[in-house]
């Protein structure tokens, strides 16, 4: 079962900052935080991972909080491409499969 | 461009009849993975494998097997296809190691249904 909790829906509007929540109370010591995003009728796409430092990258930024109890994604400047259902996973390592819940549906309105 | 390619976009087969879901990447990946997506129910892990004529059950193993006799190849078999397989496969791969950033790359994934 996933490990993870995310609203099932949110809206954002173009141009500004999507930030989607998940919570994983239970993640332990060696559990990384991962996303990925799936934009309709294509595969999964992966966007950033983080232990428990910020992490950035040219899709997003990821803040973990200092618990390691929750995490936000954030997608500075959002567009109408980014509208996707996007997926937190916690896995302990990059060699095991990735288990899937049901994500968070955004949807970025013009 | 690392890619993923599937078969097929889109695949109708009978009740009963053989199906097979071919997977192949060029990464040189030792991971492969194949999931089946359905509406509600999210991405559930089926097989994966590891090495060449290596195979591990995912969650759903049921009424499916697999073949990895190629590194780049990962091929999904639907012995007697039932209507409750009509779904969007997925395939994926990854490098082998314990890395955490070793991501997972998708393929277009195939939607099959299942008459």
């Known amino acids: 079962d996933a490990k993870t909790t995310q609203p099932p829906s949110m809206d954002c509007a173009e141009g500004r900052a999507a930030n989607l929540p998940c919570n994983h109370s239970t993640i332990s010591g060696n559990e990384y935080v991962y996303w990925y995003r799936q934009i309709h009728s294509q595969g999964p796409q992966y966007i950033i991972h983080?232990?428990?430092n910020n992490e950035t990258n040219e899709m997003a930024s990821l803040i973990i909080t200092e618990d390691r109890k929750s995490s936000t994604l954030i997608l500075p400047h959002a567009t109408l491409r980014d509208t996707a259902v996007y997926y937190c996973?916690?896995?302990?390592?990059?060699?095991?499969?990735?288990?899937f819940g049901k994500g968070t549906r955004l949807s970025v309105i013009a | 461009d690392v890619k993923v390619t599937q078969s097929s976009r889109y695949l109708v087969k009978r009740t009963g009849e053989k199906v097979f879901l071919e997977c192949v990447q060029d990464?040189?990946?030792?991971?492969m993975f194949w999931y089946r997506q359905d509406p509600g129910l999210g991405l559930r892990l089926i097989y994966f494998?590891?090495?060449?004529?290596?195979?591990e059950k995912g969650d759903i193993p049921e009424g499916y097997s697999v073949s990895r006799e190629k590194k780049e190849r990962f091929s999904l078999i639907l012995e007697s296809a039932s209507t409750n397989q009509t779904s969007m496969y997925l395939c994926a791969s990854s490098q082998l190691g314990g890395g955490p950033g070793n991501e997972q790359f998708f393929g277009p994934g195939t939607r099959l249904t299942v008459l």
């Open positions: 494998s590891y090495d060449v004529k290596m195979k």
């Open positions: 990464m040189d990946h030792e991971n």
């Open positions: 983080g232990l428990k």
């Open positions: 996973i916690v896995r302990w390592t990059g060699n095991t499969p990735l288990v």
